[in-house]
């Protein structure tokens, strides 16, 4: 084999080993950056939990239920987390902060955030119990509210849009994470009306991923939201064959006759996305 053909070989072969392993999302823009955004919707069954990590800094919005309390911890230990500089609880629900007492307890927390609503259940006391032994207080969710995460990157409460509602999952924090041209919306368990309040207000709701509300449950993702946030990736965290039968039939047709593409964690597990601020690939871990 002569020096150009063996140069043109090794040059394949680099080629295909740096892009095997992700699946990669381009959105013809210009700006990259060295710095990857890491963004993992973690597998906690029928429940939600993201880690969003970047340069050293990290933020975690909420634990899944407390049953997966050691395997949360075992995996944010995996990816060397020590410190979790922001922490959001994004409503008092056991499936999203039954283990959060246990993630108080084993790492140093910097920040943590919550809508302004206190229930009398276990999940929420031994949450508040840890966080007072840490001399930690609950910094209350307010819209427009910026999380300093990265210098390039926005990072802002867009919900709850009120204090009083009946269903708490309407009190779910909301985040809008923006990393160069790319977007994240991360929902919580927010319904039609939490949806309704963003659609009335004047932030922009456009994203390139969006972890779908409570699920993927017909309470949420209305026509609407779906068309204004309108994303390229749709994140549905939910557990394998769960009572609720999350994912509901009709929102996960929606998506696909709207050319979405969508991941679940009852079917692809853990689901980990990077961004350099102007693609996001899909790790295949």
């Known amino acids: ?67 997966k309390e050691e395997y949360l911890i075992t995996y944010l230990k995996k990816q060397k987390i020590k410190k979790l500089h922001h922490v959001i609880a994004t409503h008092p629900h056991e499936d999203h902060i039954g283990s959060m007492a246990g993630i108080i307890k084993n790492f140093n927390i910097e920040n943590f ?85 963003m659609l009335k207000g004047s932030i922009n709701l456009k994203c390139d991923v969006l972890k779908l509300g409570h699920h993927g449950s017909n309470t949420s993702t209305t026509d609407s939201f779906l068309e204004k946030t309108s994303p390229k990736i749709a994140i549905i965290s939910c557990g394998k064959k769960n009572i609720f039968r999350h994912p509901n039939k009709k929102i996960v047709n929606k998506l696909k006759n709207k050319n979405i593409k969508v991941y679940r964690t009852d079917i692809d597990g853990n689901i980990i996305l990077i961004s350099n601020g102007n693609s996001i690939m899909k790790s295949e871990q």
Request: overall charge positive; hydrophobic content about 35%.
């Open 1 to 67: 084999m002569n020096t150009k053909k063996t140069s043109t070989f090794f040059l394949i072969i680099t080629l295909f080993l740096c892009l095997s392993g992700c699946t990669s999302f381009n959105f013809n823009n210009k700006k990259t950056t060295n710095n990857l955004l890491k963004i993992h919707y973690i597998d906690v069954g029928q429940g939600d939990s993201i880690l969003i990590s970047i340069n050293g800094t990290n933020m975690l919005i909420d634990s899944g239920s407390h049953e």
């Open 113 to 197: 955030y919550g809508p302004k609503v206190v229930v009398n259940e276990k999940c929420f006391t031994s949450m508040v119990t840890e966080l007072r032994k840490k001399h930690l207080k609950i910094q209350v969710a307010k819209v427009g509210k910026k999380i300093k995460i990265h210098p390039n990157i926005i990072c802002e409460i867009i919900a709850p849009n009120n204090t009083s509602y009946e269903n708490i999952n309407n009190h779910s924090v909301v985040i809008k994470l923006t990393y160069g041209y790319t977007s994240f919306i991360f929902t919580g368990d927010a319904e039609k009306i939490s949806e309704n309040e």
